[in-house]
Protein backbone atom coordinates (compact mmCIF):
# COMPACT_ATOMS: atom_id res chain seq x y z
CA UNK A 1 0.00 0.00 0.00
CA UNK A 2 1.31 3.47 -0.94
CA UNK A 3 0.96 6.58 0.89
CA UNK A 4 1.67 10.01 -0.67
CA UNK A 5 1.49 13.72 0.08
CA UNK A 6 2.35 17.08 -1.11
CA UNK A 7 5.10 19.47 0.17
CA UNK A 8 4.68 23.39 -1.28
CA UNK A 9 8.16 25.22 -1.35
CA UNK A 10 7.37 28.15 0.19
CA UNK A 11 9.55 30.54 -2.19
CA UNK A 12 8.28 29.73 -5.06
CA UNK A 13 4.60 28.25 -4.82
CA UNK A 14 5.31 25.18 -6.90
CA UNK A 15 4.14 22.06 -6.05
CA UNK A 16 7.30 19.81 -5.79
CA UNK A 17 6.81 15.55 -6.81
CA UNK A 18 4.44 13.85 -4.78
CA UNK A 19 6.85 11.04 -2.90
CA UNK A 20 5.46 7.38 -2.24
CA UNK A 21 6.07 5.46 0.97
CA UNK A 22 5.97 1.85 0.39
CA UNK A 23 5.00 0.07 2.88
CA UNK A 24 6.95 -2.99 4.33
CA UNK A 25 5.77 -6.51 4.03
CA UNK A 26 5.84 -7.03 7.53
CA UNK A 27 3.75 -3.63 8.44
CA UNK A 28 0.98 -4.41 5.56
CA UNK A 29 0.66 -8.02 7.22
CA UNK A 30 0.00 -6.34 10.42
CA UNK A 31 -2.11 -3.58 9.21
CA UNK A 32 -4.18 -6.27 7.63
CA UNK A 33 -4.37 -8.52 10.74
CA UNK A 34 -5.88 -5.25 12.45
CA UNK A 35 -8.33 -4.61 9.90
CA UNK A 36 -9.55 -8.48 9.90
CA UNK A 37 -10.50 -7.51 13.97
CA UNK A 38 -11.31 -3.87 13.53
CA UNK A 39 -12.10 -2.01 10.20
CA UNK A 40 -12.89 0.85 12.27
CA UNK A 41 -9.80 1.82 14.41
CA UNK A 42 -10.12 4.44 16.92
CA UNK A 43 -7.93 7.51 17.89
CA UNK A 44 -6.03 4.87 20.76
CA UNK A 45 -5.64 1.87 18.51
CA UNK A 46 -4.29 4.16 15.56
CA UNK A 47 -1.61 5.55 17.43
CA UNK A 48 -0.85 2.48 19.01
CA UNK A 49 -0.34 1.35 15.36
CA UNK A 50 2.02 3.72 14.34
CA UNK A 51 4.08 3.30 17.47
CA UNK A 52 4.55 -0.45 16.79
CA UNK A 53 4.57 0.04 12.99
CA UNK A 54 7.18 3.45 12.52
CA UNK A 55 4.57 5.00 10.82
CA UNK A 56 2.44 8.72 11.45
CA UNK A 57 -1.52 8.01 12.55
CA UNK A 58 -2.39 10.00 9.20
CA UNK A 59 -0.73 6.91 7.48
CA UNK A 60 -2.47 4.35 9.51
CA UNK A 61 -6.06 6.45 9.30
CA UNK A 62 -5.45 6.68 5.18
CA UNK A 63 -4.42 3.41 5.17
CA UNK A 64 -7.70 2.20 6.32
CA UNK A 65 -9.82 4.00 4.34
CA UNK A 66 -8.64 3.19 1.34
CA UNK A 67 -8.71 -0.11 2.35
CA UNK A 68 -12.54 0.29 3.45
CA UNK A 69 -13.20 0.99 -0.10
CA UNK A 70 -11.19 -1.39 -1.87
CA UNK A 71 -13.32 -3.77 0.51
CA UNK A 72 -16.69 -2.54 -0.62
CA UNK A 73 -15.76 -2.60 -4.55
CA UNK A 74 -14.64 -6.06 -4.66
CA UNK A 75 -18.62 -7.02 -2.38
CA UNK A 76 -20.07 -4.50 -5.37
CA UNK A 77 -18.18 -6.44 -8.13
CA UNK A 78 -19.72 -9.87 -6.71
CA UNK A 79 -22.70 -8.63 -5.90
CA UNK A 80 -23.34 -7.61 -9.51
CA UNK A 81 -21.81 -10.99 -10.89
CA UNK A 82 -24.37 -12.92 -8.88
CA UNK A 83 -27.20 -10.51 -10.25
CA UNK A 84 -26.44 -11.23 -14.03
CA UNK A 85 -26.26 -14.66 -13.68
CA UNK A 86 -29.28 -14.89 -12.02
CA UNK A 87 -30.47 -12.54 -14.67
CA UNK A 88 -29.30 -14.38 -17.47
CA UNK A 89 -30.92 -17.72 -15.94
CA UNK A 90 -34.38 -16.14 -15.18
CA UNK A 91 -34.05 -14.88 -18.96
CA UNK A 92 -33.34 -18.57 -20.02
CA UNK A 93 -36.31 -20.08 -18.38
CA UNK A 94 -38.87 -17.43 -19.74
CA UNK A 95 -37.54 -17.97 -23.29
CA UNK A 96 -37.79 -21.80 -22.67
CA UNK A 97 -41.29 -21.74 -21.13
CA UNK A 98 -42.23 -19.96 -23.75
CA UNK A 99 -41.49 -22.18 -26.23
CA UNK A 100 -43.29 -24.86 -24.39
CA UNK A 101 -46.04 -22.76 -24.77
CA UNK A 102 -46.05 -21.96 -28.08
CA UNK A 103 -46.08 -25.83 -28.66
CA UNK A 104 -48.01 -27.27 -26.17
CA UNK A 105 -50.86 -29.38 -27.75
CA UNK A 106 -54.65 -29.49 -26.10
CA UNK A 107 -55.08 -32.95 -24.75
CA UNK A 108 -59.17 -33.57 -25.64
CA UNK A 109 -58.44 -32.38 -29.22
CA UNK A 110 -55.05 -32.83 -29.94
CA UNK A 111 -55.10 -29.21 -31.68
CA UNK A 112 -52.83 -26.12 -30.71
CA UNK A 113 -53.94 -24.00 -27.97
CA UNK A 114 -56.59 -21.26 -27.98
CA UNK A 115 -55.48 -17.91 -28.38
CA UNK A 116 -56.44 -15.33 -25.51
CA UNK A 117 -57.78 -12.69 -27.78
CA UNK A 118 -60.72 -15.55 -28.17
CA UNK A 119 -61.23 -15.53 -24.15
CA UNK A 120 -61.12 -11.59 -23.91
CA UNK A 121 -63.80 -11.40 -26.91
CA UNK A 122 -65.85 -13.78 -25.41
CA UNK A 123 -65.69 -12.01 -21.69
CA UNK A 124 -66.74 -8.46 -23.81
CA UNK A 125 -69.88 -10.06 -25.68
CA UNK A 126 -70.92 -11.24 -21.93
CA UNK A 127 -70.16 -8.08 -20.28
CA UNK A 128 -72.30 -6.14 -23.21
CA UNK A 129 -74.78 -8.58 -22.85
CA UNK A 130 -74.68 -8.06 -19.45
CA UNK A 131 -74.61 -4.09 -19.65
CA UNK A 132 -78.18 -4.14 -21.93
CA UNK A 133 -80.13 -6.39 -19.65
CA UNK A 134 -78.68 -3.55 -16.97
CA UNK A 135 -80.33 -1.02 -19.12
CA UNK A 136 -83.42 -2.57 -19.91
CA UNK A 137 -84.33 -3.15 -15.86
CA UNK A 138 -83.15 1.19 -15.53
CA UNK A 139 -85.77 1.51 -17.72
CA UNK A 140 -88.20 -0.72 -16.68
CA UNK A 141 -87.95 0.01 -12.81
CA UNK A 142 -88.23 4.02 -13.84
CA UNK A 143 -91.03 3.57 -15.83
CA UNK A 144 -92.49 1.82 -13.07
CA UNK A 145 -92.10 4.82 -10.28
CA UNK A 146 -92.19 7.59 -12.65
CA UNK A 147 -96.08 6.34 -13.48
CA UNK A 148 -95.53 6.44 -17.39
CA UNK A 149 -93.60 5.08 -20.05
CA UNK A 150 -90.02 5.85 -19.73
CA UNK A 151 -89.05 7.47 -23.57
CA UNK A 152 -85.61 9.55 -22.17
CA UNK A 153 -83.07 6.62 -23.62
CA UNK A 154 -82.79 5.51 -27.17
CA UNK A 155 -82.91 2.38 -28.17
CA UNK A 156 -80.21 0.23 -27.60
CA UNK A 157 -77.79 -0.22 -30.74
CA UNK A 158 -77.25 -4.07 -31.95
CA UNK A 159 -73.85 -5.14 -31.07
CA UNK A 160 -72.02 -6.19 -34.07
CA UNK A 161 -69.34 -8.32 -33.67
CA UNK A 162 -66.75 -6.94 -36.45
CA UNK A 163 -65.79 -3.51 -34.39
CA UNK A 164 -63.42 -4.36 -31.69
CA UNK A 165 -64.60 -1.04 -30.56
CA UNK A 166 -68.02 -2.15 -29.90
CA UNK A 167 -67.28 -4.89 -28.10
CA UNK A 168 -65.12 -2.82 -25.29
CA UNK A 169 -67.03 -3.03 -21.81
CA UNK A 170 -67.70 0.64 -22.51
CA UNK A 171 -69.10 0.17 -25.87
CA UNK A 172 -72.60 0.97 -24.42
CA UNK A 173 -71.05 4.21 -23.22
CA UNK A 174 -71.35 6.17 -26.59
CA UNK A 175 -74.79 5.68 -26.45
CA UNK A 176 -76.25 8.84 -25.42
CA UNK A 177 -78.22 8.97 -22.34
CA UNK A 178 -80.30 11.98 -22.55
CA UNK A 179 -80.87 13.89 -19.71
CA UNK A 180 -79.20 12.28 -16.41
CA UNK A 181 -82.10 10.11 -14.55
CA UNK A 182 -83.97 11.16 -11.17
CA UNK A 183 -83.42 7.91 -9.58
CA UNK A 184 -80.07 6.93 -8.66
CA UNK A 185 -80.67 3.30 -10.06
CA UNK A 186 -77.62 2.86 -11.89
CA UNK A 187 -75.17 3.76 -8.62
CA UNK A 188 -76.63 0.29 -6.62
CA UNK A 189 -77.78 -2.89 -7.32
CA UNK A 190 -81.44 -4.55 -6.82
CA UNK A 191 -83.16 -7.29 -6.07
CA UNK A 192 -83.67 -7.56 -9.53
CA UNK A 193 -80.09 -7.81 -10.26
CA UNK A 194 -80.09 -10.70 -13.33
CA UNK A 195 -77.20 -12.54 -12.36
CA UNK A 196 -77.02 -15.85 -13.59
CA UNK A 197 -79.32 -18.40 -11.59
CA UNK A 198 -77.58 -19.70 -8.81
CA UNK A 199 -76.99 -23.18 -9.30
CA UNK A 200 -78.30 -25.98 -6.60
CA UNK A 201 -77.39 -29.44 -6.54
CA UNK A 202 -80.51 -32.00 -5.96
CA UNK A 203 -78.17 -34.27 -3.49
CA UNK A 204 -74.70 -34.29 -1.87
CA UNK A 205 -72.76 -37.13 -3.72
CA UNK A 206 -71.29 -39.91 -0.94
CA UNK A 207 -67.56 -38.85 -2.28
CA UNK A 208 -68.24 -35.25 -0.60
CA UNK A 209 -70.12 -36.27 2.48
CA UNK A 210 -66.82 -37.18 4.78
CA UNK A 211 -65.30 -34.28 3.53
CA UNK A 212 -68.27 -32.16 4.57
CA UNK A 213 -68.09 -33.57 7.87
CA UNK A 214 -64.65 -32.45 8.90
CA UNK A 215 -65.26 -29.11 7.79
CA UNK A 216 -68.37 -28.66 9.46
CA UNK A 217 -66.31 -29.95 12.49
CA UNK A 218 -64.00 -27.15 11.50
CA UNK A 219 -66.39 -24.67 11.77
CA UNK A 220 -67.81 -25.70 15.00
CA UNK A 221 -64.56 -25.49 16.53
CA UNK A 222 -63.76 -21.98 14.94
CA UNK A 223 -67.41 -20.60 16.32
CA UNK A 224 -67.23 -21.90 19.79
CA UNK A 225 -63.73 -19.85 20.39
CA UNK A 226 -65.15 -17.28 18.72
CA UNK A 227 -68.27 -17.17 20.54
CA UNK A 228 -66.03 -17.26 23.77
CA UNK A 229 -63.01 -14.75 22.66
CA UNK A 230 -62.22 -11.62 24.36
CA UNK A 231 -61.17 -8.04 23.25
CA UNK A 232 -58.34 -9.45 21.29
CA UNK A 233 -60.37 -10.84 18.60
CA UNK A 234 -63.75 -8.15 19.29
CA UNK A 235 -63.64 -4.64 19.04
CA UNK A 236 -66.50 -2.66 20.69
CA UNK A 237 -67.87 0.24 18.49
CA UNK A 238 -68.67 3.62 19.38
CA UNK A 239 -71.94 5.08 20.79
CA UNK A 240 -74.88 3.77 22.77
CA UNK A 241 -75.27 0.57 21.88
CA UNK A 242 -71.40 -0.48 21.87
CA UNK A 243 -71.57 -3.02 19.17
CA UNK A 244 -68.85 -5.90 18.79
CA UNK A 245 -67.22 -6.06 15.43
CA UNK A 246 -64.70 -8.43 14.29
CA UNK A 247 -60.77 -7.78 14.25
CA UNK A 248 -60.14 -8.97 10.69
CA UNK A 249 -56.27 -8.76 11.07
CA UNK A 250 -56.14 -10.10 14.63
CA UNK A 251 -58.62 -13.06 12.99
CA UNK A 252 -56.33 -13.78 9.76
CA UNK A 253 -53.55 -14.10 12.07
CA UNK A 254 -55.17 -16.63 14.98
CA UNK A 255 -57.34 -18.61 12.41
CA UNK A 256 -54.85 -18.45 9.24
CA UNK A 257 -56.53 -20.40 5.42
CA UNK A 258 -54.70 -20.36 2.29
CA UNK A 259 -55.30 -17.03 0.09
CA UNK A 260 -57.66 -15.07 3.62
CA UNK A 261 -54.93 -12.61 2.93
CA UNK A 262 -55.58 -12.00 -0.78
CA UNK A 263 -58.91 -10.91 -0.98
CA UNK A 264 -59.99 -8.94 -4.06
CA UNK A 265 -60.25 -5.10 -4.27
CA UNK A 266 -64.26 -5.51 -4.56
CA UNK A 267 -64.64 -8.05 -1.56
CA UNK A 268 -65.14 -7.02 2.04
CA UNK A 269 -65.92 -8.50 5.33
CA UNK A 270 -68.51 -8.26 7.59
CA UNK A 271 -68.02 -9.51 10.99
CA UNK A 272 -70.20 -8.78 14.21
CA UNK A 273 -71.01 -10.71 17.54
CA UNK A 274 -73.97 -9.77 19.88
CA UNK A 275 -75.34 -11.58 22.74
CA UNK A 276 -78.71 -11.39 24.58
CA UNK A 277 -82.23 -12.78 26.40
CA UNK A 278 -84.42 -14.82 23.97
CA UNK A 279 -88.26 -16.04 25.15
CA UNK A 280 -87.89 -19.75 24.30
CA UNK A 281 -86.57 -22.87 25.40
CA UNK A 282 -83.27 -24.14 24.03
CA UNK A 283 -84.74 -27.28 22.34
CA UNK A 284 -87.54 -25.08 20.46
CA UNK A 285 -84.73 -22.66 18.55
CA UNK A 286 -82.79 -25.95 17.91
CA UNK A 287 -85.83 -27.04 16.50
CA UNK A 288 -86.39 -23.77 14.91
CA UNK A 289 -82.74 -23.64 13.30
CA UNK A 290 -82.73 -27.13 11.88
CA UNK A 291 -85.87 -26.69 10.39
CA UNK A 292 -85.72 -24.34 7.20
CA UNK A 293 -89.45 -23.65 6.76
CA UNK A 294 -89.50 -22.24 10.19
CA UNK A 295 -85.74 -20.48 9.54
CA UNK A 296 -87.53 -18.39 6.92
CA UNK A 297 -91.31 -17.79 9.10
CA UNK A 298 -88.97 -16.64 12.04
CA UNK A 299 -87.12 -13.87 9.65
CA UNK A 300 -88.71 -12.95 7.20
CA UNK A 301 -87.53 -9.41 7.11
CA UNK A 302 -83.74 -10.83 6.36
CA UNK A 303 -84.59 -14.44 4.81
CA UNK A 304 -86.33 -14.21 1.77
CA UNK A 305 -85.86 -17.86 0.86
CA UNK A 306 -84.65 -20.80 2.53
CA UNK A 307 -84.72 -24.47 1.60
CA UNK A 308 -83.10 -28.35 2.71
CA UNK A 309 -81.13 -29.57 -0.19
CA UNK A 310 -79.90 -32.45 2.31
CA UNK A 311 -79.69 -34.25 5.01
CA UNK A 312 -76.28 -35.35 5.64
CA UNK A 313 -75.93 -37.04 9.23
CA UNK A 314 -79.13 -36.94 10.71
CA UNK A 315 -78.20 -36.96 14.19
CA UNK A 316 -80.00 -37.93 17.65
CA UNK A 317 -83.90 -36.52 17.76
CA UNK A 318 -82.80 -34.65 14.74
CA UNK A 319 -81.01 -32.09 16.68
CA UNK A 320 -77.80 -33.25 18.19
CA UNK A 321 -74.91 -34.06 15.74
CA UNK A 322 -77.26 -33.29 12.90
CA UNK A 323 -75.54 -32.38 9.62
CA UNK A 324 -77.65 -30.72 6.97
CA UNK A 325 -77.44 -28.97 3.59
CA UNK A 326 -79.19 -25.66 3.13
CA UNK A 327 -79.86 -22.90 0.96
CA UNK A 328 -80.87 -19.62 1.86
CA UNK A 329 -81.47 -16.12 0.07
CA UNK A 330 -80.90 -12.74 2.03
CA UNK A 331 -82.67 -9.69 1.03
CA UNK A 332 -83.03 -5.85 2.56
CA UNK A 333 -86.56 -4.41 1.86
CA UNK A 334 -85.31 -2.13 -0.95
CA UNK A 335 -84.91 -2.50 -5.01
CA UNK A 336 -81.62 -1.27 -4.73
CA UNK A 337 -79.79 -3.71 -3.03
CA UNK A 338 -79.05 -7.11 -4.49
CA UNK A 339 -79.49 -10.31 -2.37
CA UNK A 340 -77.56 -12.83 -1.34
CA UNK A 341 -77.78 -16.25 -2.08
CA UNK A 342 -76.11 -19.04 0.10
CA UNK A 343 -75.10 -22.50 0.20
CA UNK A 344 -74.03 -23.42 3.49
CA UNK A 345 -73.65 -26.67 6.01
CA UNK A 346 -75.59 -25.93 9.43
CA UNK A 347 -74.12 -28.35 12.03
CA UNK A 348 -75.66 -29.09 15.25
CA UNK A 349 -74.06 -30.56 18.73
CA UNK A 350 -74.94 -30.28 22.26
CA UNK A 351 -72.18 -29.41 24.26
CA UNK A 352 -73.20 -29.78 27.65
CA UNK A 353 -76.80 -30.31 29.12
CA UNK A 354 -78.69 -26.96 28.40
CA UNK A 355 -75.79 -25.81 25.87
CA UNK A 356 -75.85 -25.89 22.29
CA UNK A 357 -74.33 -24.88 18.95
CA UNK A 358 -75.53 -24.22 15.71
CA UNK A 359 -72.66 -23.40 13.40
CA UNK A 360 -73.08 -22.11 9.73
CA UNK A 361 -69.94 -22.87 6.76
CA UNK A 362 -70.69 -21.80 3.19
CA UNK A 363 -69.79 -24.23 0.79
CA UNK A 364 -68.86 -23.83 -2.90
CA UNK A 365 -71.11 -26.14 -5.20
CA UNK A 366 -71.55 -23.46 -8.23
CA UNK A 367 -70.11 -25.52 -11.47
CA UNK A 368 -67.14 -24.61 -12.52
CA UNK A 369 -68.09 -23.85 -16.58
CA UNK A 370 -69.87 -20.94 -14.97
CA UNK A 371 -67.06 -19.01 -14.18
CA UNK A 372 -67.55 -16.22 -16.87
CA UNK A 373 -71.17 -15.57 -15.39
CA UNK A 374 -70.84 -16.69 -11.91
CA UNK A 375 -73.31 -14.63 -9.16
CA UNK A 376 -71.56 -12.48 -6.95
CA UNK A 377 -69.78 -14.46 -4.06
CA UNK A 378 -71.35 -14.32 -0.83
CA UNK A 379 -69.33 -16.79 1.34
CA UNK A 380 -70.56 -17.46 5.11
CA UNK A 381 -67.11 -17.89 6.93
CA UNK A 382 -67.99 -20.19 10.44
CA UNK A 383 -70.90 -18.44 12.05
CA UNK A 384 -73.68 -19.71 14.33
CA UNK A 385 -74.70 -19.28 17.98
CA UNK A 386 -74.31 -20.35 21.01
CA UNK A 387 -77.67 -21.41 23.02
CA UNK A 388 -77.65 -21.59 26.73
CA UNK A 389 -80.65 -22.79 28.36
CA UNK A 390 -81.80 -20.57 31.46
CA UNK A 391 -84.47 -23.14 33.09
CA UNK A 392 -86.99 -20.34 32.79
CA UNK A 393 -88.32 -20.17 29.30
CA UNK A 394 -85.18 -18.30 28.50
CA UNK A 395 -82.26 -19.12 26.43
CA UNK A 396 -78.69 -16.57 26.54
CA UNK A 397 -78.21 -16.28 22.53
CA UNK A 398 -74.73 -15.68 21.82
CA UNK A 399 -74.77 -14.74 18.03
CA UNK A 400 -71.63 -14.52 16.04
CA UNK A 401 -71.92 -13.73 11.92
CA UNK A 402 -69.52 -13.39 9.68
CA UNK A 403 -69.03 -13.27 5.92
CA UNK A 404 -67.03 -12.04 2.88
CA UNK A 405 -69.02 -10.57 0.64
CA UNK A 406 -68.52 -9.56 -3.01
CA UNK A 407 -69.68 -6.44 -4.57
CA UNK A 408 -69.54 -6.13 -8.14
CA UNK A 409 -71.96 -3.15 -8.36
CA UNK A 410 -71.21 -0.86 -5.73
CA UNK A 411 -73.09 -0.17 -3.13
CA UNK A 412 -76.34 2.45 -3.38
CA UNK A 413 -75.40 5.17 -0.99
CA UNK A 414 -78.77 5.17 0.94
CA UNK A 415 -77.29 1.51 2.35
CA UNK A 416 -74.32 1.99 2.23
CA UNK A 417 -73.12 2.46 5.92
CA UNK A 418 -76.09 0.25 7.08
CA UNK A 419 -74.99 -2.83 5.14
CA UNK A 420 -70.73 -2.34 5.51
CA UNK A 421 -71.84 -1.33 9.80
CA UNK A 422 -73.51 -4.41 10.13
CA UNK A 423 -77.07 -3.04 10.74
CA UNK A 424 -79.04 -5.06 7.44
CA UNK A 425 -76.78 -8.20 8.22
CA UNK A 426 -74.74 -8.05 11.24
CA UNK A 427 -75.41 -10.21 14.67
CA UNK A 428 -77.08 -7.32 15.94
CA UNK A 429 -79.96 -7.49 13.56
CA UNK A 430 -80.43 -11.37 13.54
CA UNK A 431 -80.22 -11.46 17.37
CA UNK A 432 -83.19 -8.80 17.83
CA UNK A 433 -85.25 -10.31 14.74
CA UNK A 434 -85.14 -13.61 17.34
CA UNK A 435 -85.62 -11.84 20.47
CA UNK A 436 -88.90 -10.00 18.86
CA UNK A 437 -90.12 -13.05 16.78
CA UNK A 438 -90.31 -15.38 20.16
CA UNK A 439 -92.00 -12.69 22.23
CA UNK A 440 -94.18 -12.38 19.26
CA UNK A 441 -95.21 -15.92 19.47
CA UNK A 442 -94.67 -16.25 23.26
CA UNK A 443 -97.66 -13.51 22.75
CA UNK A 444 -100.11 -15.13 20.68
CA UNK A 445 -99.25 -18.93 22.30
CA UNK A 446 -100.16 -16.86 26.02
CA UNK A 447 -103.30 -15.59 24.56
CA UNK A 448 -104.64 -18.76 22.93
CA UNK A 449 -103.55 -20.97 25.85
CA UNK A 450 -106.32 -22.35 28.26
CA UNK A 451 -106.02 -21.05 31.54
CA UNK A 452 -105.26 -24.21 33.07
CA UNK A 453 -101.88 -24.51 31.74
CA UNK A 454 -100.86 -20.93 32.94
CA UNK A 455 -102.51 -21.70 36.30
CA UNK A 456 -100.27 -24.92 36.63
CA UNK A 457 -96.97 -23.31 36.48
CA UNK A 458 -96.37 -24.87 33.05
CA UNK A 459 -93.62 -22.55 31.51
CA UNK A 460 -94.85 -19.93 28.74
CA UNK A 461 -91.23 -20.48 26.94
CA UNK A 462 -91.72 -24.14 27.05
CA UNK A 463 -95.41 -24.11 25.06
CA UNK A 464 -94.50 -21.52 22.77
CA UNK A 465 -92.98 -24.33 20.56
CA UNK A 466 -95.93 -26.54 20.50
CA UNK A 467 -98.36 -23.60 19.73
CA UNK A 468 -95.86 -22.11 17.40
CA UNK A 469 -97.81 -24.31 14.23
CA UNK A 470 -101.41 -22.86 15.21
CA UNK A 471 -100.33 -19.65 15.33
CA UNK A 472 -97.91 -19.31 12.36
CA UNK A 473 -99.86 -17.93 9.39
CA UNK A 474 -101.18 -15.05 12.13
CA UNK A 475 -97.61 -14.23 12.61
CA UNK A 476 -96.61 -13.85 9.29
CA UNK A 477 -99.02 -11.99 8.20
CA UNK A 478 -98.92 -9.48 11.04
CA UNK A 479 -95.37 -9.16 10.29
CA UNK A 480 -95.59 -8.92 6.51
CA UNK A 481 -98.68 -5.76 7.27
Request: net charge negative; hydrophobic share 35%.
Amino acid sequence: MDFGDDVMDGSDGQHRKKRYHRHTPRQIQQLEAMFKECPHPDENQRMQLSRELGLEPRQIKFWFQNRRTQMKAQHERQDNCFLRAENDKIRCENIAMREALRNVICPTCGGPPVADDYFDEQKLRMENARLKEELDRVSSLTSKYLGRPFTQLPPVQPLSMSSSLELSVGGLGSLALGPSLDLDLLSGGSSGYHHPAFHLPTAVPEMERPMMAEMATRAMDELIRMAQAGEQLWARTGGPDGREVLNVDTYDSIFSKPGSSFRGPDVHVEGSRDSGLVFMSAIGLVDMFMDSSKWTEFFPAIVSNARTIDVLVNGMAGRSESLVLMYEELHVMSPVVPTRELCFLRYCRQIEHGLWAIADVSVDLQPRDARFGAPPRSCRLPSGCLIADMANGYSKVTWVEHMEVEDRVPIHLLYRDRILSGAAFGAHRWLAALQRACERCACLATAGMPPRDIAGGKSVGVAVSAWYEDFRPAAKEFVLQ
